[in-house]
């Protein structure tokens, strides 16, 4: 894999703002890259986008579902006063790296403008002092009232200004890398299985609304059913003012995720390939919840043991993301290798234990 | 309309356990529609068959929110619990109703130290029982608000307007419309206040292709109130979002388009806190494309929850309009 | 008279049970690791059944019968695991200190000094504190939080990150209370143990020992859509909070009035918790059950908490659900404490409800 196509992969990705509940731009660039990789392409009733590689083994063949969220963080017009636009959030926002924050308004047109916080004379005393929550900042498109309300009304979603930028030769920094960096994780790794046979049958999804109800990914697994699912989502890198405790270093391998939400048998698969392909890991102990798709996915009907593999993202859910993409390579080989690897028989290694028989 | 919501919302039925109410919209109901059962959780669906046509679940909860006793002490004044988001402020000085007919008042414990308003915990009912044993109620029992329908004219106010006015939406409907271009599940579901558990299981039931919630919604119109822009009067509310889910672009669409053409006002809702049944729905099996037609009320789970007959009246008409014609389910632009 | 032949062969709390109840509650199985405790259950109740399966979350699923025959499917639900903590980085390699992050509700308050066990082999251990000497009366007016607290095992290489633990309070019967770690809900599992050695010819007994309780209802939610049953009943340990009261007012004679259940006045019925309003039909036929056997029984208070009947009753199209517990006290706590009578109560409870359970419980709208 070279490091230009992934930067091409990864700037096609992160360029459509696909906030979460309208997550067409993004689906549709998904589809656009998929259609080459996959057998067949169909879409979710919430959205999600799901890839069909016919697996290799003999039928009834299980199927595996590999999970990346489309859907970004964002904001959204939520009223008009003055010609100037209030917001509220999709998904979590901290209300702190807004003042300032140059948008995109996706109205009838797609309108730029600027986040801004009033003066202190402008706003009640609860308000004047500390960080300014966000129902009293503004969004400030330039433009007069009318021509205002002409393009933009109540709903219209509010994506940051795309930003892509190489930082030296291995980190990249845009809006929306939590979870496009995972989906382009996901792209290489159907490139590298045109190239090899699996046995299994594969599901590639590019779900919707995991930032606020988890619905994309756990109505598609309900739809496939399938046997396995493996969610890629980032986790946090080290940085600035993040506890060293609950970090990774940026560039130094993904993690892999162990803790109620996986399925510890295939920690260990994950663990052993991950160690024969000489990628560096840590082990991310999520001790309740992983915070990811697998959360509601694992849960589905009867349910689906899960893997969740993640890669080290710094200041996550800023427009400002940081992600290595050495990090993103790693992600997509392991994915790539364990996919292919699945026997046939593989679910009858991952029994939890023997029951006796009658 | 006006009498048809005096009697739903007079009705005492609280989350878990809302039989009297759906005996009466069963009652009503019966002769208009093909099929109606109950389910185990107790919501009441009602069928209008329809072959080769996308299938339509409306829903509107049944239930309001309540109180259950957790003890009665040795004088005879019991403590309790919510049943549902029954807030502190609108208990003060508060009547309530028991399943079981007996009425009493919420009495509040002395705090020397504080003004501020104190938790449901320091509160308690008073039956005018002198102790454990002459007290007609005991743990368990439920009890919801009591107060009566008013009419303001223009506006009414009552308990329960949350969802009883949303039934009362669905019911009308149900005796205007002929047809429609959907197989109708009308769904009048149970313990949605407790967090929408009628409407997951009615849903899992009904297998829908689409699905409609109609329940009220916030209004930003009062002194110091909530900062949203619906207001009373303006329409009923097409919601874009709340805190529970975020309505399917498509069916927005839809509902905009058909307001628009038979020019009905309406209003573009977003709710920063909350969420209805339509998130049940949204979240079943595969997926279900979900929206809200929302009533504007004021003063939400406070005893007294105001609406206006106007935008009663319009949500009426928008959801009969909506039955004519189904959305495009394509993918959006 | 037909009560006495009905309680002639009626379950009974046997030095053995206490015995198999020992063997479940030391054992540690923290949420998401209820191998341990999974495997004992597989042995114990391995004559009783005709069927076993372990799904894709670990739940150990037991079937009385391997058909379906009866008009009567009923669930019953315990879960095996308890909470507990996970290493989640180790700070000094050598000397084995580990930061930890909690696994279930536990309040921080509690851990400060006492000894755990971590692992798979139990390393024994200590969530430590510092000395008293070296603190300030003002420091002492804060609680220690999880952040600030550390699990020592007094030398490196004994366990790694990602490692479960609880306490290590060992078993203890003392008179006719016993005293334990994780008796939420070995206590129940115990009980759905014993029930599985009885017939019930009008139902099908389906039984499940579920995982994943205290991070969520996990197990329970696709055991009940695995099992699709007419009928649920979660057996748990619940929170008794009778303690004295410690505020006076010489004008009013207070009370405890938040005491959620007490400790030997029976079996706890549930009306309504955080998560489920019981099914009143259930509600009624165990209230008869009890008054027709004069079986000791309270309701618990309504208000906060959750048992598996919280994701059991919204599976598929609703399962009629309720919850029975035998009440505790410091649960979630390294020394919990029940009454064996209590257990016995609640047993019996359940049995006899088992014993009497028809359709026609159902034939009623709810």
């Not at chain 3, 389906?206 to 939610?221: C, D, H, N, P, S």
Request: charged share 25%.
């Amino acid at each position: 894999m070279k490091t230009n196509n992934l930067s091409i992969l990864l700037k096609r990705l992160t360029s459509p703002p696909g906030l979460s509940g309208y997550e067409e731009s993004i689906a549709r660039e998904v589809e656009a890259l998929w259609k080459p990789l996959v057998d067949h392409l169909s879409r979710n009733r919430l959205g999600s986008v799901l890839g069909f590689r016919a697996g290799s083994g003999e039928s009834p063949r299980p199927c595996l579902m590999m999970v990346a969220h489309q859907d970004a963080i964002g904001l959204m017009v939520s009223g008009i006063k003055e010609g100037f636009l209030r917001l509220t959030e999709i998904g979590g926002v901290d209300q702190r790296i807004l003042p300032g924050q140059l948008v995109q308004v996706h109205g009838k047109r797609t309108l730029p403008a600027v986040v801004v916080q009033p003066p202190p004379f402008l706003l009640p005393p609860e308000a004047q002092e500390g960080s300014v929550p966000l129902s009293y900042l503004w969004a400030d498109t330039g433009l007069e009232e009318k021509e205002v309300r002409r393009w933009i009304q109540i709903g219209d979603p509010v994506s940051f200004n795309r930003n892509y930028v190489e930082l030296g030769s291995d980190v990249v920094c845009s809006p929306s890398l939590d979870n496009r960096a995972s989906l382009c994780a996901l792209t290489l790794c159907l490139q590298e299985l045109q190239a090899r046979k699996h046995a299994w049958d594969i599901w590639a999804v590019a779900s919707t609304q995991e930032e606020e109800t988890l619905g994309g990914a756990a109505t598609s697994a309900f739809q496939v059913q399938p046997d396995l699912a493996v969610v890629i989502d980032v986790t946090h890198a080290s940085g600035p003012g993040s506890p060293a405790h609950k970090t990774y270093p940026l560039g130094k391998g993904i993690t892999l995720g162990w803790g109620p939400t996986v399925h510890p048998k295939l920690y260990e698969v994950f663990k052993e390939l991950a160690e024969k392909l000489e990628i560096p890991f840590k082990m991310e102990a999520m001790p309740r919840y992983s915070g990811t798709d697998a959360d509601r996915l694992q849960t589905i009907a009867e349910g689906i043991p899960t893997m969740v593999i993640s890669i080290p993202l710094r200041y996550m859910h800023t427009p400002v993301e940081m992600v290595s993409k050495k990090d993103i390579q790693r992600a997509a080989r392991l994915l790539a290798e364990f996919a292919a690897s699945l026997e046939i028989d593989f679910m009858v290694k991952i029994q939890w234990d023997e029951t006796p028989k009658p | 309309m006006k009498e048809l919501l005096k009697t739903l919302v007079e009705i005492p039925a609280p989350s878990g356990y809302e039989s009297q109410v759906r005996n009466q919209i069963r009652e009503w109901i019966e002769p208009l529609v093909d099929e109606m059962r109950v389910d185990s959780l107790g919501n009441l669906v009602a069928v209008r068959k329809q072959t080769d046509a996308p299938r339509l679940m409306l829903v509107a909860h049944m239930d309001e929110i309540g109180l259950m006793v957790t003890h009665v002490d040795q004088q005879g004044f019991a403590r309790f619990v919510a049943l549902g988001g029954v807030m502190p402020i609108h208990c003060v000085g508060g009547r309530v109703r028991f399943l079981n007919g007996v009425q009493g008042v919420i009495g509040v414990e002395k705090n020397p130290t504080s003004s501020e308003i104190p938790p449901l915990e320091k509160m308690f009912i008073d039956v005018g029982a002198s102790s454990a044993e002459d007290c007609p109620i005991r743990i368990g029992d439920v009890a919801v608000f009591d107060r009566s329908f008013v009419d303001l004219g223009k506006r009414v106010v009552s308990k329960a307007m949350d969802d009883r006015v949303g039934v009362a939406v669905l019911i009308e409907a149900l005796r205007r419309i002929e047809k429609s271009a959907f197989e109708m599940y009308y769904v009048f579901s149970v313990q949605e206040e407790v967090g929408v558990r009628g409407a997951t299981v009615a849903a899992f039931g009904v297998e829908p292709d689409l699905g409609l919630a109609i329940d009220v919604t916030a209004t930003g119109d009062t002194p110091k109130g909530h900062r949203m822009e619906v207001r009373l009067g303006k329409g009923p509310a097409i919601k874009i979002r709340d805190a529970g889910m975020l309505a399917d672009p498509r069916v927005i669409q839809w509902m905009v388009q058909t307001a628009e053409k038979a020019k009905i006002p309406y209003q573009r809702e977003i709710l920063e806190f909350g969420g209805t049944d339509a998130r049940a729905i949204q979240l079943s099996r595969s997926g279900v494309p979900a929206g809200v037609l929302s009533i504007p009320c004021r003063y939400v789970h406070a005893p007294s929850e105001m609406v206006d007959m106007e935008d009663v009246e319009n949500a009426v008409k928008l959801l009969i309009n909506l039955l004519q014609t189904a959305p495009n389910l394509e993918r959006p632009k | 008279m037909g009560r006495n032949t009905e309680t002639l062969n009626q379950p009974t709390i046997t030095p053995e049970q206490i015995r198999v109840l020992e063997k479940l509650c030391n054992a540690v199985a923290v949420s998401g690791n209820e191998t341990e405790v999974r495997r004992l259950v597989m042995d114990q109740i391995k004559p009783t059944v005709q069927e076993m399966r372990i799904d894709a979350l670990g739940n150990l699923l037991a079937f009385q019968k391997k058909e379906s025959r009866k008009p009567l499917r009923v669930m019953v639900a315990a879960h095996l695991d308890e909470v507990g903590f996970m290493l989640t980085s180790e700070e000094d390699k050598e000397e084995g200190i580990y930061r930890f992050e909690l696994v279930g509700g536990i309040d921080p308050r509690w851990l400060a000094g006492k000894p755990v066990q971590v692992g798979t082999e139990r390393r024994k251990g200590v969530i430590g504190c510092k000395a008293i000497h070296l603190t300030t009366a003002e420091e002492r007016r804060n609680p220690f939080t999880v952040e600030a607290l550390r699990v020592d095992l007094g030398g490196g290489g004994k366990a790694r990150v990602g490692d479960w633990g609880t306490f290590a309070t060992p078993f203890q019967k003392i008179g006719g209370s016993i005293r334990a770690k994780a008796l939420d809900n070995r206590i129940g599992v115990a009980t759905a143990i014993e029930l599985l050695k009885y017939e019930y010819p009008a139902l099908d007994l389906l039984v499940a020992f579920t995982v994943q309780e205290e991070v969520g209802l996990r197990g329970a939610k696709v055991a009940a859509h695995a099992l699709n049953p007419d009928l649920a009943i979660v057996l748990d340990c619940t929170p008794a909070y009778d303690l004295p009261l410690q505020v006076e007012d010489s004008f009013y004679p207070l009370e405890n009035e938040r005491y959620n259940t007490r400790l030997g006045y029976g079996a706890a019925i549930y009306l309504s918790d955080r998560a489920t309003i019981s099914d009143p039909r259930l509600v009624a036929h165990f209230v008869r059950t009890a008054e027709k056997m004069g079986i000791a029984y309270q309701f618990r208070q309504a208000g906060g908490g959750a048992t598996d009947a919280g994701a059991i009753h919204l599976q598929r199209a609703g399962i009629p659900s309720i919850s029975i517990s035998v009440p505790g006290r410091y649960l979630h706590t390294p020394a919990s404490l029940v009454r064996i009578a209590d257990w016995e109560n609640t047993l019996r409870l359940v049995y006899h409800a088992l014993q009497s359970l028809s359709v026609d419980v159902l034939q009623t709208e709810r």
